[in-house]
């Protein structure tokens, strides 16, 4: 991850203990990283109506945890990546553990009588839960946290990969497309890591108009208007002569 440039927004100089590819304030005075907090909406708006049709098919409350707990961690990304604080990355990055242990549960408990509880499996992971939270808040290392949401995922892996094999083969199309899409994000996550000086480098050499960093470069004027008051969409403006 590149560091954080000079450029100052509302929120101030970051305190996270990351900083991503995208340039601070580039857009927004109000945003630190436009791009990758309105992205975020992905992540809020498909689970709330996720939560309200699970409530309304009937399904057990754990199932809209789950929808609910993704939509949280949506609106952590929102206000970590919109301020850059480290109080904010603690709201994106602890709902992720916390949120992941729900879909373990559920993912173990499916084929569970109906509305039965397994007291079992709840401690243990609000064992795991809040040891990794306390020991997160003494040792600021992101890679703990990484390692920590890694195992998480990898029993969601394991036990869906059971599922489809020896129970239900016909979702494995599903299965395995939805594992594909993680690992294609997951390897995005780590050329934009790895690669971030390349990448800006690249970024300013790209045609008139195709990003706000090439555009803001030039000294156009890039201007962001929302369509239907939701989606922004960028319209460039060349710098008056004086």
């Known amino acids: 991850m590149a560091p954080s ?21 580039i857009v927004s005075f109000y945003i630190a990283e436009y791009w990758n907090t309105v992205s975020n909406l992905i992540m809020i708006l498909p689970p709330i ?5 699970t409530f309304r098919d009937g399904l057990e409350f754990r199932y809209i945890c789950s ?47 109906e509305n039965t509880i397994s007291f079992f499996p709840i401690a243990l992971l609000l064992i795991f839960s809040t040891s990794v939270t306390l020991v997160y808040l003494q040792w600021k290392e992101p890679v703990f946290h990484q390692v920590m949401y890694g195992a998480l995922v990898a029993c969601l892996v394991m036990r869906s990969i059971f599922i489809v094999t020896w129970v239900y083969p016909w979702l494995r199309p599903l299965c395995y497309t939805s594992l594909g899409i993680f690992l294609l ?12 000086d390349s990448l800006r480098a690249s970024r300013k050499m790209l045609p008139p108009g195709v990003g706000v960093i090439r555009s803001t470069y030039l000294k156009y004027r ?10 922004p969409t960028l319209h460039i403006e060349p710098q008056r002569m004086s």
């Open 5 to 25: 440039l000079d450029r100052q927004g509302y929120w101030g100089r970051p305190t996270s203990t990351l900083d991503w590819c995208e340039e601070n304030y």
């Open 49 to 53: 109506y996720g939560a309200f049709q």
């Open 67 to 113: 929808f609910l707990g993704l939509a949280a961690v949506g609106v952590g990304s929102w206000c970590f990546h919109m301020t850059l604080l480290y109080e904010m990355q603690l709201l994106d990055e602890l709902p992720m553990i916390y949120s992941t242990c729900v879909f373990v549960y559920c993912l173990y408990e499916c084929f569970k009588q």
């Open 185 to 196: 994000g997951f390897l995005l996550w780590n050329i934009d890591n790895i690669f971030c």
């Open 222 to 231: 890039p201007k962001v208007k929302f369509l239907c008051g939701v989606w």
